[in-house]
């Protein structure tokens, strides 16, 4: 079997406002990190496959529980920062998804009150944006890590990383909400909006 290595993607940040330089260089070397087990794991999956497949069936099972952390660690940051990349546009009134999510949440300022409200959520965690085409809606949903409780195969449109390195280096743990206020002041709608169109019905 080949092993597909995996390379970390590099982002063309901007400068933010509310979320610092060191912040953000700080976030993507962990990032990195994720990028590095993804690829470490399922390399020793091989090497132990190889080496004998029924001695270390144990601790090869326990690797593949582990690749869902690892990968989906590496994939929702690279939401995480694309969604930055460009610099804060303001969202199209006329977007397709701007009428998708005024018809779940009432309104896009709903939307935005509603995701602030998940991002609150205690401990640590992802709020995820989805795209339903099957269902004909979006959800928000919160992921504790990074693999749990992800919705089955929908397509991600916004992703704010509740972890509380994502934040630290500029606001305490009890300064979250303004953590959250900043991320999404410094979104780039016209990239969320171009993911939404890419999963319509
Ligand atoms: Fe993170």
């Not at 994720?34 to 029924?54: F, G, P």
């Not at 989906?72 to 969202?91: C, D, I, K, P, S």
């Not at 397709?96 to 709903?110: C, D, I, N, P, W």
């Amino acid at each position: 079997m080949r092993i597909h290595r995996y390379k970390p993607q590099t982002f063309d940040l901007p400068t933010l406002n509310g979320i610092s330089d060191k912040q953000i260089e700080v976030h993507l070397e962990l990032y990195k990190g994720y990028v590095k087990h993804v690829n470490h794991i399922r390399e020793q999956i091989k090497d132990l496959t190889e080496t004998d497949s029924a001695k270390y069936a144990y601790a090869i099972a326990e690797l593949r529980r582990r690749l869902g952390f690892e990968f989906n660690g590496m994939r929702m940051h690279e939401y995480y920062f694309t969604q930055l990349e460009g610099g804060a546009q303001a969202v199209d009134p006329d977007a397709a998804l701007v009428q998708a999510l005024t018809e779940k949440y009432g309104s896009f300022e709903g939307f935005i009150e509603h995701f602030t409200t998940v991002g609150m959520t205690r401990g640590v965690g992802w709020v995820i944006l989805y795209a339903d085409p099957k269902g004909g809606t979006v959800h928000t949903a919160w992921i504790s890590e990074h693999e749990l409780g992800q919705l089955g195969s929908l397509p991600v449109l916004l992703a704010i990383d509740m972890w509380e390195h994502a934040f630290m280096v500029d606001y305490l743990p009890a300064e979250k909400k303004q953590y959250i206020d900043a991320f999404l002041n410094n979104v780039n709608w016209e990239t969320v909006a171009k993911r939404f169109e890419c999963c319509e019905s």
